[in-house]
């Protein structure tokens, strides 16, 4: 299966500790990162007939490239991943799924809406650090 591509908001905030929080537990390296303003993602997310410019979400690409690649966004996509982290987490990602989609969905939203002004907001996409490089897609 090739990497899940997680795809986040380069200059939020909230977005950029959500891709820190993902680097200190995946210790297997599952997840490439890009972020929605590069090149990267907006190929990927053209080919599932979408547009960077009208997310203001994370998604996760599954199988990139592949005949069957598929999009998950909001708390879907963070259940995706947090299934991807451990047993812990797998836990977490359990009892998310229990709460209804449209729940879930509506408090991500409340947060996703007011995440700059919360968690604020990068001039430009963060570097990540050398250890990392390799997992970003939009070097």
Not at 18 to 34: H, N, P, S, T, Y
Not at 77 to 95: E, M, N, R
Not at 108 to 117: M, Q, S
Request: glycine share 8%.
């Amino acid at each position: 299966m090739p990497h899940p591509i997680l795809l986040y908001d380069g200059v939020c905030g909230l977005c950029n500790r959500l891709v820190q929080f993902v680097l200190r537990r995946d210790a297997q390296g599952i997840f490439k990162f890009a972020s929605l303003q590069s090149t990267v993602a907006q190929g990927l997310l053209s080919r599932e007939g979408l547009n960077a410019e009208d997310l203001d979400t994370v998604g996760v690409v599954r199988n990139p490239g592949a005949d069957d690649q598929g999009l998950l966004v909001r708390s879907d996509a963070v259940i995706f991943v947090l299934t991807h982290l451990g047993p812990f987490w797998k836990i977490a990602a359990s009892i998310l799924k229990i709460v209804p989609r449209v729940v879930r969905n509506w408090g991500y939203a409340a947060i996703a809406k007011n995440r700059y002004r919360i968690f604020g907001r990068f001039e430009t996409c963060p570097l990540p650090s050398a250890e990392t490089r390799s997992r970003f897609l939009d070097q």
